[in-house]
């Protein structure tokens, strides 16, 4: 391919010379600092130059937010978060966070991005409670993508996902995996809440859940449309015989519950589920540090850079 007439060719420059990246058409730029993150942006690129910085707060630039950390309680997290949002001016079409989050940060979210976004995920956002997770997603009609992976949230929110966003296709429910089940009680609420309120759904994962074949046959009954079915460490469920071959019959792709993790994003250590200890005793501690936290201020004018 020949080389852009926008900057010049190393061959064209001389020794000691080099291109200005602060004179390139803001289109280049953009596309650039697409590959960014947030944070990256937030904390470095609009440093740069004020071309880049007129770039960096184009509401195009956030129209897909990804924010990924290791490490609980740093509230700076989502304070960028919000600020992100906020600068998307409602076009904001998919966020994905991970590791810190609030009811208000929802809040925040649903109220700035109810009429575009379509892809909600959100993953060990323990702060996040039943009570703001369903006023929030009471606001997101058009939503397509939900994932809620490692949150203590109940059947009861999806309940309420299914009947208050008509267009989803795509919902992942995942938690940890046990193999023991002598003292954790089988349950098929979240596959009764998804089949009787999810018509319309496509892709499902449930990595980890406790349904039963019950809970499996009532999704069958009330997915028609499913397509895609993650069971792998759901180890309550047996896919042989009949069962099997309906799930076969009907969709596209099966994972069953003891096939391979290697494409599986998060950790997917099966645990032996001590005998004698509830559910509330295998609380991680992380779980355990935000059910102690109650600051739960709404931060929607954090601007942490003078611009």
Not at 98 to 121: E, Q, W
Not at 211 to 225: K, M, Q, R
Request: charged residues 25%; proline residues 5%.
């Amino acid at each position: 391919m020949a080389s852009s007439s926008l900057s010049p060719s190393p061959a064209a420059m001389k020794e000691g010379e080099y291109a200005n990246w602060a004179e390139l058409p803001p289109e280049l730029t953009s596309s650039i600092l697409h590959r960014l993150g947030p944070i990256e942006i937030v904390e470095t690129a609009q440093k740069v130059c004020r071309s880049w910085r007129r770039v960096c707060k184009d509401p195009s630039m956030w129209r897909k937010i990804v924010i990924h950390i290791e490490e609980f309680g740093d509230r700076y997290y989502e304070k960028l978060c919000r600020h992100a949002v906020g600068r998307s001016h409602g076009g904001l079409v998919e966020i994905d966070i991970s590791h810190f989050g609030s009811d208000p940060l929802l809040r925040y979210i649903a109220d700035k991005s109810s009429s575009h976004l379509r892809s909600l995920r959100i993953s060990f956002c323990y702060q996040v409670t039943d009570k703001g997770f369903i006023a929030a997603i009471a606001r997101l009609p058009l939503l397509e993508e939900l994932e809620v992976s490692y949150c203590s949230l109940s059947e009861e929110c999806l309940r309420v996902v299914g009947q208050s966003c008509p267009n989803l296709k795509t919902l992942k429910k995942n938690c940890v995996g046990y193999r023991r089940r002598s003292t954790r009680k089988e349950s098929d609420d979240v596959a009764l809440a998804i089949a009787e309120t999810m018509l319309g759904l496509c892709h499902l994962q449930i990595f980890g859940d406790t349904l039963t074949d019950a809970g499996l046959n009532a999704i069958l009954d009330g997915c028609p449309n499913l397509e895609h079915l993650d069971l792998r460490q759901c180890f309550n469920v047996n896919l042989v015989g009949d069962m099997e071959k309906r799930c076969l019959e009907r969709i596209k792709v099966v994972r069953r519950p003891n096939d391979s993790v290697h494409d599986y994003p998060f950790d997917a250590t099966v645990n032996d589920y001590p005998y004698g200890l509830s559910d509330v005793d295998v609380m991680s501690e992380d779980e355990l540090y935000y059910d102690d936290l109650s600051d739960g201020s709404d931060n929607s004018d954090f601007d942490p850079y003078y611009y």
